[in-house]
């Protein structure tokens, strides 16, 4: 029976459609955060693995682009529908297999005696899998009732987090002889590929089929012609930036820092700094008008339509500053336990990487249950007030935080996919900070993640999507090299304040946009949803 989305989740339970949905959502949640690892962590250490010079596996880093500029292309994935399956649904299935053949393919793939196309395979893989999150994000947008988006961004956070346990974490131990797993890269790398094709077989049988979807009605070649006009603009973007944006940020600065007593090297950061600002404000306007001036219809459209609600402009800024002070805090947490705090490698990795991984599941299922009896501007309003309380974490344990509290010591254990060989003692100031952090910043996920799909229009989603999750990823992207620079500037207790600080804008702009906000819970023109 078709009924629509609106009505399938009654406010007080959820029925089994609904549960069908949420599970629905998990899944893609671990089929979409699978490769990620695989294009960063593991890969790195399978580079490790083989003797890759350490220059060679930094310049390797870049082939994580796409998940930034994955907006570029998510149009098409609006605009054109593949046969059989339906429009997102066939696309989740046609990304999720060519994942699998791709990582099949590396793992062929020596990258030390072929390092070139190892690194075209890598950059391929990002691709694939920067395009399934597009697909997989308009999905779920589409088929979640605004009742279930809230539990819905929980369950996707949880699905994406355990995949990324598996890819980015108990991998290294199935690749680690002295574990007892000794398998080699290209099969942990096949191994995965198997995954996608159950992931794709997962989607053919369980995933629901959106009824009566809305498709663009642009031109089609049009919308082709467009989006090879942005990839010029952005690449002759890039080239000009590359040449002229240091020497003018050097024009700009040098002298105003040639005055103060700061060292060179942390000089050429400020300018380094401000000549990729230079360049990302001289590339976007160009792309813009590139998409312009070739009637690049999907997008343009797709932009108009989020342009015309109310509210527009400020929730773009609002969606920058949200997870701004986290973001600006957790840029350098590694390098500020392990240096500036002088915590064991054990000791951080055990407290953030294990502990502080399922503290942040947990938050954000509690985010997305108390979010039902919340509502969204509640929960983003209590849950943003807590992710900026939770800074002030670091900032006591950086002033005389560590030591101060009784701490514990973790056993040895060996649970077969994973073990600690010996007793680890923990900090209880570090392991109280870093619950903090990951629980509040779990919950304000959950209801992040809510809110962006509560400003899409379902014939544009893919796009609308895209365009909002990258002015969200300003902050986890854009803002670590100004946050390295600051750190060294003024120290760890003076960053960790202005951390906090920076998550304030955030919450004066939701009281001001409470009403906009809250008009947003209820969704009178939700997609009908077939089960």
Known sequence: MTVPASHAAPA????????????????????????????????????????????????????????TFKFLWAPLMDRFELPWLGR??????????????????????????ATHTFALLATLLAFVSASQDVVVDAYRTNLLAPKERGLGSSLYVMGYRMAMILSGGIAFIWADPNQGGAWTWPEIYRFMGWMMVGAAVVTVVFLPRL???EVPTSVARQDLIGFFAVVVAVGIG???????????????????????????????????????????????????FAAQKARFETLLGGLRSYFVQTGAWPFLAFIVFYKLGDAFAGSLLTPFLLQ????????????NKIVGIWLSIAGALIGGVLMLRLGLWRSLLIFGILQMLSNLGFWWLAVDGKGLMPGLVLPAFDWGFVKLAQPTPVDGGLLLVIAAENLSGGMGTAAFLAFLMSLCNQRFTATQYALLSAFASVGRVWVGPLAGVLAESIG?????????????PALVMLWWLREPVRALEVDPDAPLVDD
Not at 18 to 38: C, E, I, K, Q, Y
């Open 340 to 351: 500036g705090m002088g915590f064991g490698m054990a000791e951080v990795g055990v407290v």
């Open 238 to 288: 890039f080239l000009l930036s590359e040449r002229f944006s240091p020497p003018i940020a050097e024009a700009i600065l040098s002298p105003l820092l040639s005055h103060t007593t700061m060292a060179p090297a942390l000089q050429k950061k400020w300018i380094d700094l401000l000549a990729l600002m230079l360049g990302l404000g001289f590339t976007l306007p160009l792309a813009a």
């Open 492 to 504: 760890w207790p003076t960053f960790f304040v202005i951390s906090t600080v920076l998550a304030a």
């Open 12 to 67: 007080s339970r959820f029925d089994l459609a609904a549960l069908h949905r949420l599970v629905v959502v998990t899944l893609l949640g671990f089929a979409s955060g699978l490769p990620l690892a695989l294009t960063g962590q593991a890969m790195q250490a399978w580079l490790t693995a083989e003797g890759v010079g350490i220059a060679t596996i930094g310049l390797l880093s870049i082939v994580g682009l796409p998940y």
């Open 88 to 113: 997102r649904r066939g696309w989740v299935v046609l990304t999720q297999l060519i994942l699998a053949a791709v990582l099949w393919w590396i793992s062929n793939t020596s990258p030390s005696h």
């Open 211 to 213: 009824a009566h979807e």
